[in-house]
């Protein structure tokens, strides 16, 4: 990390600085043009998946197979990570992941399920992440491909979330949606959201790191979704990798967690729960 980083880091992790730190934050996020990236990278939401064998246990646990949506894949590092993952924690679930981008150059990639640095599988990875590695991945050259059993039960299709044909009536258990609300404007965050939370089944989940946590709080109450108490200091995933432009500087850089605030979980947390159906 550069010592401007540091520094920066340092100055408005200071109390008396960090409401000066939200009023710099809140014009940028009026003021800079708002850009989507395909920016991503394998296994960096581990902490995420950990909550299948914590608050959402219930998820993996039962008979029925486990359906996974993963909406802005990109080039499918994080489906792939969360199904290496699901490989070696949960053998005996059936579960299938669906994942889809509006990108066509992301979906080739995550097609072709071949991958080196430059999609996203920068090595050495942290060890945490090796036993998913060695599961998921075979040799292919200098690079490393899906391997067949974990690539037959990931599909990955063109879509998007915001076209008027989009459609995922309530069918899924799990819903990834990550690090690209943030980069819509309010209107279109919400609509998208709506559409994320009509795609869970009722006492299902939704992962939404990355998004704007103003909006995201509000989009919270109005959809009545239950936020989950797990891991919330583990650092979001944009505020460290954007780590030469960090909070406030940046409108996608997220504040320094303030445990003091009445909506703690709401804010931080990036793990919801649709409410279960009326039995
Ligand atoms: C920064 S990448 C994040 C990839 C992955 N979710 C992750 O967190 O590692 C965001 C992706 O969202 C995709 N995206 C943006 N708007 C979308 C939309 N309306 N429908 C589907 N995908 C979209 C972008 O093309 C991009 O590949």
Redesign the pocket.
Known sequence: MSQRVKFNQRLFDLPLLQGFGRSIHARRLARQTRF??????FF??LKQFQALEGPLSGLADRQAPLRIL?????FG??AYSLAGYLAVRFPHVDWTIDA????RA?IAVAQRGVYGAKH?LAYPLESEARPYADRLFEICGDKRSIVPDIRRRVSVSH????ADDFTADRSYDLV?????LV??ENQAASE?FARIVGAVKPGGAIFV??MDLDTKVGLIKHHELIPVDWEIEWPS?IATKCADRLWPWGYWTLEPIDRSRPDFTARYSTIFRTKAAAS
């Open positions: 989507q990236s395909t920016a991503t990278r960096r939401n993963v909406a802005g894949c990109s590092c994080e889809f981008d509006i990108s992301a996203g879509g998007d979330l915001l990834l949606a990550q690090n690209f980069h819509m998208a790191g990355g995933t």
